[in-house]
C-alpha cells in the first residue's frame, strides 16, 4: 500500500519541482536551462500524481470528520456517505497512477529512436513486408508529430525494402517504440501467388535509442574508415565521387555502413550517429543481462530473434504472443492508425509486471 511509502520521499520530489520551477524562472545560462528543463519534465507526471492523490486524500478527511461529528444533520450525512464512496472509490485509481508514476523509468525514454527494419525470410515478399513495416511506424510517427529521415535504404527487387534505417526524432520517441524489436512475421497470399497460397515471411525489428555525444566515448584512434563509390543496384556507381562511408569500431567490430547522401560529411556523419547508437545499446544490453531481476521484468528480451508478432491479413488479425493480445483490425494497425492500441497494452503488461516486482521486493 501507499502508506509504507515514506512521505517524506514525496515531499523530496515536491521540493526538488519547486526548486526547478524557482530556478527556471531566474533565466540560467543556456546549457543549465536544458539541463534543468529536462529534469523539470521528468518530474511533472510524478509531481501531479502526488498532488492529485494528497488533494483526495485531504477530501476523503474531511468527509470523514464530518460523518464523525455527531452535530452532522442526517440529510447532509447521507450525502457525505455517498460523497466518501465516490472519493474512496478515486483514491484507488490516483494510488494506482502513484505507484506507475513512481517507477524506476529507462534513462533512454525521452531519446530519439535509431528504427533498423530488415526482410528475413521469404525473399522479395519478405522484403515488401519490411517496407509495409517502415510505412506502419512512418506514418505512426506522423500521427505523433514526430519526424522521420531515412539514414540509409536498401530496396528490394520487387519493392519494399532488404534493409532500411531510419532516425525518428521526438519526445518520448523510444519510450513508445522500444517494445516493437524482434521479429514480426506475415501471413498472406503475395500478389504474384496465382493459385492462392498463403505464405509466411518475416522481417526483423530492431529500436535503438540514439546515443549523443556524452552517452558513449569513441576515441578516434579505435576507427577504421574507408570511403568508397556508392553502389546502386545490380552493383552500378551510382555517383563519380567516394561519398560511401564505412566506419569500423575496432574494439567491438562493430560496422556501420551509409551511402545514401551524395556528400561524404553528411554519411560520415550519419554513419558516427549510428555507430555511437549501437554502442551504446550494446552497453544496455550487456547492464541488462547483468541485472536478471531487471530483465525478468521486461517485455520480451528485445533480441531480434525473438518471434514477437504475426500479421495474418486473411482473417484480418494481428497477435502479439508476447502478451497474447489478438485484434482484429489488422488494417488500420498496419497503417498506423491503431499501433498505439498495441503499444499501450504493452506499456501497461510492462508497468504491471514492474509493479509486481516492486511489491515483490517490499513484502
Do not use: C
Request: charged share 30%; hydrophobic share 40%.
Amino acid at each position: 500500500m501507499l502508506s509504507q511509502l515514506p512521505q517524506d520521499q514525496l515531499d523530496l520530489i515536491l521540493r526538488r519541482h519547486a526548486e526547478l520551477v524557482a530556478r527556471l524562472a531566474g533565466a540560467p545560462e543556456p546549457a543549465a536551462y536544458v539541463a534543468l528543463s529536462r529534469e523539470l519534465a521528468g518530474l511533472e507526471t510524478v509531481t501531479r500524481a502526488i498532488q492529485d492523490f494528497r488533494g483526495q486524500a485531504d477530501e476523503a478527511k474531511e468527509l470523514e470528520a464530518m460523518l464523525a461529528n455527531p452535530a452532522t444533520e442526517a440529510e447532509l450525512r447521507g450525502l457525505a456517505e455517498e460523497e466518501l464512496r465516490t472519493v474512496r472509490a478515486r483514491l484507488l485509481e490516483l494510488e494506482q497512477d502513484l505507484k506507475v508514476a513512481l517507477l524506476p523509468k529507462d534513462a533512454a525514454d525521452e531519446k530519439n529512436a535509431i528504427l533498423e527494419i530488415r526482410a528475413g525470410t521469404g525473399g522479395d515478399e519478405a522484403a515488401i513486408f519490411a517496407g509495409d513495416l517502415f510505412r506502419m511506424y512512418q506514418r505512426y510517427a506522423e500521427l505523433k508529430g514526430w519526424r522521420v529521415e531515412i539514414l540509409s535504404a536498401s530496396e528490394g527487387t520487387s519493392g519494399g525494402y532488404k534493409e532500411i534505417i531510419a532516425e525518428i526524432a521526438g519526445r518520448g520517441v523510444f519510450a513508445r517504440l522500444k517494445f516493437e524489436s524482434g521479429t514480426h512475421r506475415v501471413q498472406r497470399v503475395p500478389d504474384t501467388e496465382t493459385q492462392g497460397r498463403i505464405h509466411t515471411s518475416a522481417a526483423t525489428v530492431a529500436v535503438l535509442p540514439e546515443a549523443e555525444d556524452v552517452d558513449v566515448d569513441i576515441n578516434d584512434a579505435d576507427l577504421k574508415i574507408d570511403t568508397m563509390r556508392a553502389q546502386g543496384a545490380g552493383g552500378q556507381h551510382v555517383n563519380k565521387t567516394e561519398s560511401a562511408v564505412r566506419i569500423t569500431h575496432v574494439p567491438t567490430g562493430t560496422i556501420v555502413f551509409v551511402q545514401d547522401e551524395r556528400s561524404q560529411h553528411k554519411n560520415r556523419a550519419r554513419a558516427m550517429m549510428l555507430l555511437r547508437s549501437r554502442i551504446f545499446e550494446a552497453q544496455r544490453e550487456k547492464l541488462d543481462a547483468e541485472r536478471a531481476a531487471d530483465r525478468r521484468a521486461q517485455v520480451g528480451s528485445g533480441d531480434r530473434s525473438e518471434r514477437i508478432r504475426t500479421y495474418n491479413f486473411p482473417q484480418g488479425r494481428l497477435t502479439d504472443h508476447r502478451i497474447h493480445l489478438t485484434l482484429y483490425k489488422l488494417e488500420k494497425v498496419i497503417a498506423g492508425e491503431a499501433l498505439d492500441e498495441v503499444i499501450d497494452a504493452l506499456v501497461t503488461h510492462h508497468q504491471a509486471a514492474l509493479l509486481a516486482a516492486a511489491d515483490g521486493a517490499a513484502a
